[in-house]
């Protein structure tokens, strides 16, 4: 059993929340083996605390092709990105089945940490694959959730487009709201950028579109502005699956991309007026090391 934690939130000096997105398949395990939870542990001694909190009551199932006809699979709930508003945690789910075969309908599960209860949000209908969120930079009480859409088979652009999109939440102390919704669905002429998305503002959100090994189709970052469907291309990449998780400085307005294809961080500059690339880094040239993701620490 991996528990294959996806994210670490810190709430204080000794407190911080893990995301434990793998369900242990043994029935028998204990609790702190379980996995599909939030486990409490102590920075100052990288030792968990015992404070645990199941999310596996957002287990469901889905519809999954059979060798005849289709049948019915189990889903996890598979917690993976989380973002702290005050008490409150927004936890981004997954739920997918083991092997990808079939997915739940897309919700958030918000954690009032105070009482360590737990509340879900339904995302919208169709939307599914939901696991990304991400803090909104000059608005504590909003956060950015991405559901990346769901497929099956895998790769049918047509289903990820129908369940792929941004919902941006308000987080106050009676909960969390949807305040704005952007669909890939609606938007068809649109690239379905919602991969490793970063968020600049409580409209524009950077994204990335993956291109095709098959086709040699490249990557494309785009800013999509969640208001208007409006969509800028930021960068477009030599080949596909190189453009990693970006990260971005609110007190700078610059955009930070790892491109492993071009082993280099590209720096772009966001404004009102549009994105300005203003500078290329190499990364350890030589090495064989390519740059993969950029985080920012606030």
């Known amino acids: 059993y991996s528990a294959n934690p996806q994210d670490c939130v810190f709430v204080n000096e ?12 043994n029935d028998e395990a204990p609790p702190e083996d379980q996995g599909t939870d939030l486990v409490e ?72 940490l105070t009482d360590e209860s737990v509340e879900e949000l339904p995302l919208g ?13 000059g608005a504590p009480s909003r956060v950015m959730v991405g559901c990346l859409g769901f497929s ?72 999509t502005n969640i208001e208007t469907g409006e969509q800028t291309l930021v960068h477009e990449s030599a080949g596909p699956f190189e453009i990693g998780e970006s990260a971005y400085d609110p007190t700078t307005g610059r955009l930070y991309v790892p491109d492993s294809g071009a082993n280099a961080v590209l720096v772009f500059e966001i404004d009102e007026g549009g994105v300005t690339r ?3 880094v190499t990364i350890a040239p030589g090495t064989g090391f390519l740059p993969r993701s950029v985080y920012y620490l606030r």
């Open 14 to 25: 000794t407190s911080a929340w893990v995301t434990r997105y793998n369900p242990n398949m």
């Open 41 to 112: 542990m102590d920075p100052t001694t990288m030792t968990l605390t015992g404070n645990r909190i199941d999310l596996s009551q957002f287990n469901t199932t889905g519809v999954a092709p059979g060798d005849t006809e289709p049948v019915e699979i189990p889903v996890f709930a598979q917690p993976s990105r989380a973002v702290l508003v005050d008490s409150t945690l927004v936890v981004g789910l997954a739920r997918l089945s083991t092997l990808a075969e079939a997915a739940g309908p897309g919700i958030a599960a918000i954690v009032d």
């Open 125 to 137: 209908e169709g939307m599914a694959n939901c696991g990304d969120v991400t803090p909104v930079p």
């Open 152 to 223: 099956n088979p895998f790769g049918d652009p047509v289903q990820t487009r129908a369940s792929a999109g941004f919902v941006l939440l308000e987080v106050d102390a009676d909960g969390a709201s949807i305040e704005q919704t952007w669909r890939a669905s609606t938007n068809p002429s649109s690239a379905v950028a919602v991969d490793n998305h970063v968020t600049v503002d409580e409209t524009r959100v950077a994204g990335v579109q993956f291109g095709d090994f098959g086709t040699g189709t490249p990557d494309q970052l785009q800013l």
């Open 278 to 280: 203003i500078d290329a």
